[in-house]
Nanobody, 125 residues
Framework: QVQLVESGGGLVQAGDSLKLSCSSRRTLNRYSLGWFRQAPGKEREFVAA????????NYADSVKGRFTISRDNARNTAYLQMNSLQPEDTAVYYCAADSVVMGYARSELSVYDYWGQGTQVTVSS
């Protein structure tokens, strides 16, 4: 069992930046990691993913050029740097772990084995 804990959410204004963290007490280098989000009344959607070693990343079109996913396996932590935030980025952001072989950063929710509890990001206009 892998427990993931997200942090770093908050209330910001449009155009601001936030950096989310996802950490675990267990080693995460056996998992690719993904960030997903769910806005009120909407389905959970893919945001970004990073492969086990960090060499492969994958982004949703809506966040390309604004968000950056990274990881520090020595710290068992993944990050999501979010720049130029917009009101439509308002959602609960979830971290997830995927026990896929190396070199993949998948976008499908169903392949992720473990999920965090989420952290709220609210962007005001």
């Amino acid at each position: 069992q892998v427990q993931l804990v997200e942090s770093g959410g908050g209330l910001v204004q449009a155009g601001d930046s936030l950096k989310l963290s996802c950490s675990s007490r267990r080693t995460l280098n056996r998992y690719s990691l993904g960030w997903f989000r769910q806005a009120p009344g909407k389905e959970r959607e893919f945001v970004a993913a990073i492969s086990r070693g960090g060499s492969v990343t994958n982004y949703a079109d809506s966040v390309k050029g604004r968000f950056t996913i990274s990881r520090d396996n020595a710290r068992n932590t993944a990050y999501l740097q979010m720049n130029s935030l917009q009101p439509e980025d308002t959602a609960v952001y979830y971290c997830a772990a995927d026990s896929v072989v190396m070199g993949y950063a998948r976008s499908e929710l169903s392949v992720y084995d473990y999920w965090g509890q989420g952290t709220q990001v609210t962007v005001s206009s």
